[in-house]
C-alpha cells in the first residue's frame, strides 16, 4: 500500500498547531494584591496573591516570599478582579470556610526564571513563570509572571 506524502499546507499547519503553547503575561502583581487570571482555561476562577516583598539590600534586591495560586471549583475564591490584602492573615481571613478553594505556595528566591507547573482539580495544568520580581526603592514592589 502507498501512502501520499502530506501537502506543503498540511505540514506547516501541523508545525504552528504543535509548536503553539496559549501564553498569558506579562500579569503584573502588585505585593499584596491579588489579581484573576483571566484566561478562558480557568473559567475565572484562578487567581494569584502576592503578600509583602521585603526589599534586601544584598542581590537579589528581595527576600524570598510566596506567591499564593487560588482555585475555585465552583466559584471566584477572591472578589472581583483585583484586590488589596494587606498580608497572609487577611488572605486567611477571606478564604476561611472556603472548601472549595485550591491553594498552592510558589516560593520566589530569584529575580526571574523560576517555573512552577499547577494541577487544580478539574482545570488543565498550567505552568507559572516569573518573568521578573521588580523591588521598588520609595515604590510598589512588584512581581511580573506568565502563565502557560
Known amino acids: 500500500m502507498r501512502v501520499a506524502p502530506p501537502t506543503f499546507a498540511a505540514l506547516l499547519l501541523a508545525t504552528v498547531f504543535s509548536s503553539h503553547v496559549l501564553s498569558l503575561g506579562p500579569i503584573r502583581v502588585d505585593q499584596k494584591t ?14 494569584v496573591y502576592v503578600g509583602d516583598i521585603e526589599s534586601d539590600s544584598r542581590s537579589p534586591g528581595f527576600k524570598p516570599f510566596a506567591l499564593h495560586v487560588l482555585v475555585g ?39 526571574s526564571g523560576e517555573t ?33
Open 34 to 47: 491579588y489579581n484573576r487570571i483571566d484566561d478562558q482555561r480557568f473559567k475565572g476562577l484562578a487567581y
Open 116 to 148: 512552577q507547573t499547577f494541577t487544580p482539580p478539574g482545570m488543565p495544568p498550567f505552568k507559572l513563570r516569573v518573568q521578573k520580581v521588580v523591588p521598588v526603592k520609595g515604590g510598589t514592589d512588584h512581581v511580573l509572571i506568565e502563565v502557560f
Open 73 to 111: 471549583s465552583y466559584r471566584a475564591p477572591l472578589l472581583g478582579s483585583k484586590g488589596f490584602l494587606q498580608g497572609k492573615e487577611d488572605l486567611e481571613r477571606a478564604l476561611q470556610n472556603r472548601r472549595d478553594v485550591w491553594r498552592k505556595q510558589f516560593l520566589i528566591s530569584r529575580p
